[in-house]
């Protein structure tokens, strides 16, 4: 089945201080990776996604993540944090064929003055 | 105005009362789905929807029922809710499984 994997519960860093979540996929042909965030209170809204093609790729609110097949992986960046970031984010998953969508078990950002 | 809308937003109920969450989408997507977020599990998908009439198991079906009449239309059904099913809801939809999800805002469901 496919499975994906955010290792860090909790991240805390400082405002302007640059920013990289993991997230960990099974393997599986072709995945469809996203990333999303969900303020406190909120649904969950898309920040980024990867289908095919370049494997760095640019989303919303100056984030990016960059696909790596060799190492399953689809972390996300961003080179300045804000205080309005601090959310949980989650990275997300399906492949061709595959029906389910699976998410990772979130990571959440605390951004500090 | 694209939108996932859930009702209620919240519910309080107890042990073995019959309970329908309604999600309506006004994006004619064909693929739907509902999920539960528990802390430390992040979202686990319950049941999903790829096209009217269409439905399937997600990861953690068991005690919920789903219907899909129409294609705006999905709502999540607990036939006798049970405290485990406490937790927070979402539905959401997409033209396909493999596109882009619009969440719903939530619904927390208390079961006592």
């Known amino acids: 089945a496919q499975s994906v994997t955010q290792p860090d519960i909790h991240i805390t860093v400082s405002e302007g201080a640059s920013l990289e979540l993991r997230c960990n996929y099974s393997?599986?042909?072709?995945?469809?990776l996203f990333w999303y965030v969900q303020s406190p209170g909120q649904g969950l809204q898309l920040l980024l996604k990867y289908f095919s093609g370049d494997t760095l790729v640019q989303g919303i609110k100056g984030f990016e993540a960059e696909f790596k097949r060799s190492q399953s992986s689809f972390n996300l960046r961003k080179p300045s944090v804000h205080w309005s970031d601090a959310a949980e984010y989650f990275c997300a998953r399906n492949s061709g064929g595959y029906q389910k969508v699976t998410f990772g078990t979130g990571t959440k950002l605390q951004v500090i003055p | 105005e694209a939108q996932v809308t859930q009702n209620p937003r919240y519910l309080i109920t107890v042990t073995g009362k019959k309970l329908t969450v309604t999600c309506s989408q006004n994006m004619n997507h064909e693929y739907m789905s509902w999920y539960r977020q528990d802390p430390g599990l992040g979202l686990r998908q319950i049941y999903y929807s790829m096209n009217v009439e269409v439905t399937d198991k997600g990861d953690v079906p068991e005690g919920y029922k789903v219907s899909r009449k129409e294609k705006r239309n999905f709502p999540l059904i607990l036939e006798s809710p049970s405290p485990n099913q406490t937790s927070l809801y979402f539905c959401?939809?997409?033209?396909?499984?493999?596109?882009?999800?619009?969440f719903g805002q939530g619904t927390r469901l208390t079961v006592v």
């Open positions: 959401a939809s997409s033209e396909t499984e493999n596109t882009e999800a619009f």
């Open positions: 393997y599986g042909a072709t995945p469809y």
